[in-house]
Nanobody, 121 residues
Framework: QVQLVESGGGLVEAGGSLRLSCAASGRVFSSSVMAWYRQAPGKERELVAAITSRRTTNYADSVKGRFTISRDNAKNTVYLQMNSLKPEDTAVYYC???????????????WGQGTQVTVSS
């Protein structure tokens, strides 16, 4: 079982920055793919950025060059540094942990409770 707790959301003006953190409990953090998703009102949840256990990263086109995902396995924490924020970045941001148990052939997904990010124009 993995529990995820996000922090760092808030209200910021366009062009500003925020840093989201996601602290994970459990012993499987280091082997999990960690990701940030977001969901704006009336829209589907979308992938923002992901980072593998080997620190390979992937970003949505809309945030490339502005957002940076990173992880600290010693602290069981994943971060999302968000720069040059735009009003369209306004959403609830969710932390996700994806783990594969290759021995059982089972995949697990864990979610945080979400943190609100609001960017004013």
């Amino acid at each position: 079982q993995v529990q995820l707790v996000e922090s760092g959301g808030g209200l910021v003006e366009a062009g500003g920055s925020l840093r989201l953190s996601c602290a994970a409990s459990g012993r499987v953090f280091s082997s999990s793919v960690m990701a940030w998703y977001r969901q704006a009102p009336g829209k589907e949840r979308e992938l923002v950025a992901a980072i593998t256990s080997r620190r390979t990263t992937n970003y949505a086109d809309s945030v490339k060059g502005r957002f940076t995902i990173s992880r600290d396995n010693a602290k069981n924490t994943v971060y999302l540094q968000m720069n040059s924020l735009k009003p369209e970045d306004t959403a609830v941001y969710y932390c996700n942990a994806h783990r594969t148990d290759y021995a059982l052939g089972v995949e697990y997904d864990y979610w945080g409770q979400g943190t609100q990010v609001t960017v004013s124009s």
